[in-house]
Structure formats: C-alpha cells, structure tokens
C-alpha cells in the first residue's frame, strides 16, 4: 500500500499495479475498508489485487481501465460482485474456474517493448538470486504461441538469458485444442533450441474440459462428459507425433479420467519411453499412482499446499491434509517426481519457501499438515528440485548435479542450507550463482564478480524506488545483499512490506511473481 501511495502522489505509475496477496494467514482488514483504501490512495492508478485463484480486488481506476461496467456480462468462468444498483463493486470471483481472473488480466495496459525485454531481465536476475538457473515453464492462460514469446526469443537471440528455459505450450482456445497442436506440431519439436531455450513439449492445459482450477474455497468441480473424448483426440495426436506432455490435475477423480485415456491411447499408440506427467497431483490415491508408474509418467508438485493448507482442512479434514500430495507414497512406488512452485500468478518463485515446506510440512501460516512419513529429508527435498526435476525437461544426465560433462550451473547460498534451522530455510538466497559458468549474481564477498546492474524501467517502476522481493534485514540467513538494491536509488532502504502471520509473530512476503 505505502508503495502504491508514493508512486501515486508523485505521479509515477500510470498503468495497472498488481499486487498479489498468495496466503491465509495475511492480516485480516474487510474487503469493504480495503477497496475504500485503495481508491483513496490510488484514485486514477489502477491496481488489482489477486487471492490465488479465488478472486481479485479492483479499484474505481482498474474497473474503468478493463471496462467492467452496470452494463457487463456475467462472464463464463467467473462473477462479477455488483451493489444493489447492479454496478461492479470491484470484486471478482473466480467460480468455477479462474477464467475471469485470466481475462481481466490480459485487459490491463502493456509495457513498451523495451521495457518488456528489460522487465524480463530484471524477473530471471531475481531468479538468480534465489539460486535458479533453470525453469520448466508450463504455459498459461492469454500466453499465445508464436506471438506471446517475441520477448524471451528476442533476448535468447542476443544471449541475455540468464536461466536455461524449457517451455511448454498451452493450448488457449476451447473446443479448438487439437487444432492449437496439430498446427504446433508442424510448426516446432520438442527439443528444438539449445540449452538455454527450447521446446519442452505440450501442456499443462490440453484440453479446457478437464481443467480442475484448484481454488480449494470451491466445491471440487466435476468433469464433463465430453472431458474423456475430447482429451482422447490430443493425447493420440501427441503420442503419435512423440511430443512429452503434462496435464493439470488437482483432484483424484480428474487424474482418473486422465488415465482411463491415457491407457486406452497407450494400446494404440504406444508412449514407450514418453515423458508425460501429471502436474500437481494433491489427491490422488495409491491406485493412481501404481497406474502413473505402469504408464512410465511422473508427478510434478508444487507447494501451492503451503498457500491453501488452511483452506484444505477447513473444507476436507485434517486426516485427508495429512497425505495431499502424497509425496512419500509416490517416492516409495519409484514415480520420477519433481518439485516447484507454481509460480508467478498465485505463489512465490522463492524455491526455498518450497523446499521449507517439503522438509517440515508446514504452511507459511504455520500450520503442520504431515507426519514424519510425508515429509522429506533435506537431501531429498534438494534431489526433488534438481536431480529429481531434470526428468520433467527431458534431460537427465545433463543437469541437476556438479559433475563432469553436466553444464556447469551452480549457486553458493548465503548460509548452510543442511545445517541451519528449519525456520531460516525460508530465508535462505544466493551470494553467487552461475550458468554456463557465467556469473549472473553475486553479492556480499563476491561482489566484485557481479554483472553490470540493469536499470528499473519504465521510469515509474515501483522497484526503482522500494525495492523488489522484501526481508526483514534482521532475519534473513547469512544477511545478503539484496540483488534489486543495484536498481534503487540511495534513500529506497526505508522498505514496503507485505507481511504474512506465522508461529513467531510477522515475517514478510515479498513480490509474489517461478517452477523448477
């Protein structure tokens, strides 16, 4: 909030702010007193607030720049929350699915494409901080393939990457799946690019009827009839043409449509060897996964648990949240797995918030949701998000580990991740990371090893002036230095914070806006 005021009172923003608030446990003030905030701070800036996959809050200034008016629709996917007078209150709910969120993002204002290629930038160097040097990038909604990628293309051509990116495509238009990968197909390969940047395969939507958007405050939603059929047509395209693939699946009863598919595709065109995985994955049984494991798949996780576990057991129990995802079990049957975030939209890119939670099984509200037997060691919640997650881009043997003839990435983080205390995992960062044996990050002692620091852009960036993702100084791992400080102006130290409510009292949570 204080960061919206200061660019707003000096004039400095000018198109959408988006602000994403990921967990259960933020400080509790009304929608109604929020929005009256917002509106009297911002109140020609248009700013959007996302909860998860839940819904969204709009100031006066966004309502009139994506056009919602008394006169607007009810759109599919979504409701939009009016007074008594039938006008948009600024409240948008995503039920059943989070399409209206989606839609109303892609109405907000771009950046120039300059600022677009330099913004870039600066996301994969905040990556880099965190110890990233490779992403799995599952697609997502209004992410159209060719055109929507002219901006990573033009920086892999110019060799300003500066994590190894492995993208899937998306399909984005229903009931016209097939088509989106028939014509892929002719277009491009798996494979095609070079380490840095390459195709990865299709996914994680392949077809819209069998979505199960995991807003756990939502009844689960039930499958439509045609979801089998219309799944069966681009998983034979897929398999025939040798195309790894993944498919969203939250709910157990998805995973099982999912794979009567699968199965019956197998017999006439056989995966013999196919990458393919389920992506999520936080019900499904032990019979699931026996048949993931017969089908030669894997399993993707994420800790989106470590965001809605409270929701969870409010709507499910604590004895089903005791196994949701059932990592252990999946580890025991020999599935490959592999850990993320499910980053940008509704979760962090910190990978250690991720890793925090496979290793002690809390929530970021402080919630302990496993037992001992699904919680993972250290050294295997590490395997997970390195080794473990090479099988996912299709190249085992070729990253993950510090070995001879693997390419030669690695991160010195800022304190001992296998001795430190659980709680200081979550703030554990970088002092010097590595791709391709390039330095891309470097901070305290290595410093001097840095690369040039990028400009914050457009000129009315709120990171110009405060900051990106947000510690308290006192309470970080080994006290780094903050890779966005190269970006800010001298007097930017007096910070904003959004702050999250744990066990020990507030700890913040910076920019929410990253997988394997």
Same mark, same amino acid.
């Given at each position: 909030?204080?960061?919206?005021?200061?660019?707003?009172?000096?004039?400095?923003?000018?198109?959408?702010?988006?602000?994403?608030?990921?967990?259960?446990?933020?400080?509790?003030?009304?929608?109604?007193?929020?929005?009256?905030?917002?509106?009297? /701070?911002?109140?020609?800036?248009?700013? @959007?607030?996302?909860?998860?996959? %839940?819904? $969204?809050?709009? &100031? +006066?200034?966004?309502? *009139?720049?994506?056009?919602?008016?008394?006169?607007?629709?009810?759109?599919?996917?979504?409701?939009?929350?009016?007074?008594?007078?039938?006008?948009?209150?600024?409240?948008?709910?995503?039920?059943?699915?989070?399409?209206?969120?989606?839609?109303?993002?892609?109405?907000?204002?771009?950046?120039?494409?300059?600022?677009?290629?330099?913004?870039?930038?600066?996301?994969?160097?905040?990556?880099?901080?965190?110890?990233?040097?490779? /992403?799995?990038?599952?697609?997502?909604? @209004?992410?159209?393939?060719?055109? %929507?990628? $002219?901006?990573? &293309? +033009?920086?892999?051509? *110019?060799?300003?990457?500066?994590?190894?990116?492995?993208?899937?495509?998306?399909?984005?238009?229903?009931?016209?799946?097939?088509?989106?990968?028939?014509?892929?197909?002719?277009?491009?390969?798996?494979?095609?690019?070079?380490?840095?940047?390459?195709?990865?395969?299709?996914?994680?939507?392949?077809?819209?009827?069998?979505?199960?958007?995991?807003?756990?405050?939502?009844?689960?939603?039930?499958?439509?009839?045609?979801?089998?059929?219309?799944?069966?047509?681009?998983?034979?395209?897929?398999?025939?043409?040798?195309?790894?693939?993944?498919?969203?699946?939250?709910?157990?009863?998805?995973?099982?449509?999912?794979?009567?598919?699968?199965?019956?595709?197998?017999?006439?065109?056989?995966?013999?060897?196919?990458?393919?995985?389920?992506?999520?994955?936080?019900?499904?049984?032990?019979?699931?996964?026996?048949?993931?494991?017969?089908?030669?798949?894997?399993?993707?996780?994420?800790?989106?648990?470590?965001?809605?576990?409270?929701?969870?057991?409010?709507?499910?129990?604590?004895?089903?949240?005791?196994?949701?995802?059932?990592?252990?079990?999946?580890?025991?049957?020999?599935?490959?797995?592999?850990?993320?975030?499910?980053?940008?939209?509704?979760?962090?890119?910190?990978?250690?918030?991720?890793?925090?939670?496979?290793?002690?099984?809390?929530?970021?509200?402080?919630?302990?949701?496993?037992?001992?037997?699904?919680?993972?060691?250290?050294?295997?919640?590490?395997?997970?998000?390195?080794?473990?997650?090479?099988?996912?881009?299709?190249?085992?043997?070729?990253?993950?580990?510090?070995?001879?003839?693997?390419?030669?990435?690695?991160?010195?983080?800022?304190?001992?991740?296998?001795?430190?205390?659980?709680?200081?995992?979550?703030?554990?960062?970088?002092?010097?990371?590595?791709?391709?044996?390039?330095?891309?990050?470097?901070?305290?002692?290595?410093?001097?090893?840095?690369?040039?620091?990028?400009?914050?852009?457009?000129?009315?960036?709120?990171?110009?002036?405060?900051?990106?993702?947000?510690?308290?100084?006192?309470?970080?791992?080994?006290?780094?230095?903050?890779?966005?400080?190269?970006?800010?102006?001298?007097?930017?130290?007096?910070?904003?914070?959004?702050?999250?409510?744990?066990?020990?009292?507030?700890?913040?949570?910076?920019?929410?806006?990253?997988?394997?």
């Amino acid at each position: 909030m204080r960061e919206i005021r200061g660019g707003v009172f000096q004039g400095r923003f000018h198109n959408l702010l988006i602000s994403k608030n990921n967990t259960f446990w933020a400080p509790q003030i009304s929608r109604l007193t929020f929005q009256v905030v917002i509106n009297t /701070v911002a109140p020609d800036t248009p700013v @959007f607030v996302l909860h998860l996959y %839940d819904r $969204a809050l709009l &100031n +006066a200034a966004a309502l *009139r720049a994506v056009g919602y008016t008394k006169d607007t629709p009810e759109p599919p996917g979504g409701e939009i929350r009016r007074d008594h007078a039938g006008n948009p209150t600024g409240l948008l709910i995503a039920r059943p699915n989070a399409m209206i969120l989606y839609a109303t993002l892609a109405k907000g204002p771009k950046l120039a494409r300059e600022d677009q290629l330099n913004s870039t930038r600066l996301f994969l160097s905040e990556l880099n901080r965190f110890g990233v040097t490779s /992403v799995i990038d599952a697609g997502g909604g @209004f992410q159209n393939y060719p055109d %929507d990628y $002219a901006v990573i &293309n +033009a920086l892999h051509r *110019r060799g300003e990457l500066s994590v190894r990116l492995a993208y899937n495509l998306f399909t984005q238009k229903p009931k016209e799946e097939l088509k989106d990968f028939q014509r892929w197909t002719k277009m491009t390969r798996p494979g095609e690019g070079d380490d840095f940047y390459r195709v990865n395969g299709a996914g994680e939507m392949l077809v819209f009827s069998a979505a199960d958007f995991e807003d756990i405050l939502q009844p689960r939603p039930e499958m439509p009839p045609v979801m089998e059929e219309e799944l069966k047509g681009v998983i034979r395209h897929l398999a025939e043409n040798r195309w790894p693939f993944r498919l969203h699946a939250t709910y157990d009863e998805t995973i099982t449509h999912a794979l009567n598919v699968y199965e019956a595709v197998n017999r006439e065109a056989p995966f013999d060897g196919l990458h393919w995985f389920f992506d999520h994955c936080e019900t499904i049984s032990d019979r699931n996964i026996e048949r993931v494991k017969a089908l030669g798949g894997g399993i993707a996780v994420q800790n989106r648990m470590a965001f809605q576990g409270e929701y969870f057991v409010e709507r499910y129990g604590r004895q089903q949240a005791e196994r949701t995802p059932p990592i252990g079990r999946m580890l025991a049957l020999g599935v490959p797995v592999g850990a993320g975030t499910d980053a940008t939209r509704v979760s962090s890119y910190n990978p250690f918030l991720s890793l925090y939670w496979l290793v002690t099984g809390n929530t970021v509200g402080g919630l302990n949701l496993y037992p001992e037997q699904n919680r993972l060691d250290r050294m295997e919640a590490l395997r997970l998000y390195t080794v473990g997650s090479s099988w996912f881009s299709t190249e085992e043997g070729k990253k993950g580990s510090i070995a001879l003839g693997q390419l030669a990435d690695l991160a010195v983080l800022s304190a001992d991740y296998f001795s430190i205390s659980d709680e200081d995992i979550k703030r554990l960062e970088s002092v010097l990371t590595l791709v391709g044996g390039k330095v891309v990050y470097a901070a305290r002692e290595f410093s001097k090893l840095a690369p040039p620091p990028l400009p914050a852009s457009p000129d009315w960036s709120p990171v110009k002036y405060y900051g990106g993702y947000q510690q308290p100084w006192d309470a970080r791992a080994g006290a780094p230095d903050r890779a966005a400080r190269s970006a800010i102006e001298p007097n930017a130290r007096q910070k904003a914070h959004r702050w999250v409510r744990g066990e020990a009292g507030l700890w913040s949570l910076g920019c929410d806006c990253f997988a394997f």
